[in-house]
Nanobody, 125 residues
Framework: QMQLVANGGRLVQAGDSLRLSCAAS?????????VGWFRQAPGKEREFVAR????????VYGESVKGRFTISRDSPQNTVYLQMSSLKPEDSAVYYC?????????????????WGPGTQVTVSS
């Protein structure tokens, strides 16, 4: 079964920038799909970060990252990126990517599937 695998997380300092990548493993993302980034800190619910429609590149961001994070895609390979800047300690979390289920339209974790293991981002103060 296809999984969306996130990579690129590491330990950084507050104010730094970091780029995460997300690629499909065991399958192929279709041109019409929507890919989202989520994050989950210990003891907290999985939080919506951003999503992108692969066909036209339109994007939506969560309020906590708006203006600091940018989601993009590389069309031929359908790799999705999350460029994070002005990182804060509260951005520390495991970051996941997933695809939105057909017929689902909300940017919440239950509307997404094909989760991979995630990648840890730690921002030190």
């Amino acid at each position: 079964q296809m999984q969306l695998v996130a990579n690129g997380g590491r330990l950084v300092q507050a104010g730094d920038s970091l780029r995460l990548s997300c690629a499909a493993s065991g399958g192929t993302l279709r041109f019409y799909e929507v890919v989202g980034w989520f994050r989950q800190a210990p003891g907290k619910e999985r939080e919506f970060v951003a999503r992108i429609e692969l066909n036209d590149g339109s994007t939506v961001y969560g309020e906590s990252v708006k203006g600091r994070f940018t989601i993009s895609r590389d069309s031929p390979q359908n790799t999705v990126y999350l460029q994070m800047s002005s990182l804060k300690p509260e951005d520390s979390a495991v970051y996941y990517c997933a695809r939105r289920l057909n017929g689902h339209y909300e940017n919440v974790a239950r509307d997404f599937a094909n989760w991979g293991p995630g990648t840890q981002v730690t921002v030190s103060s």
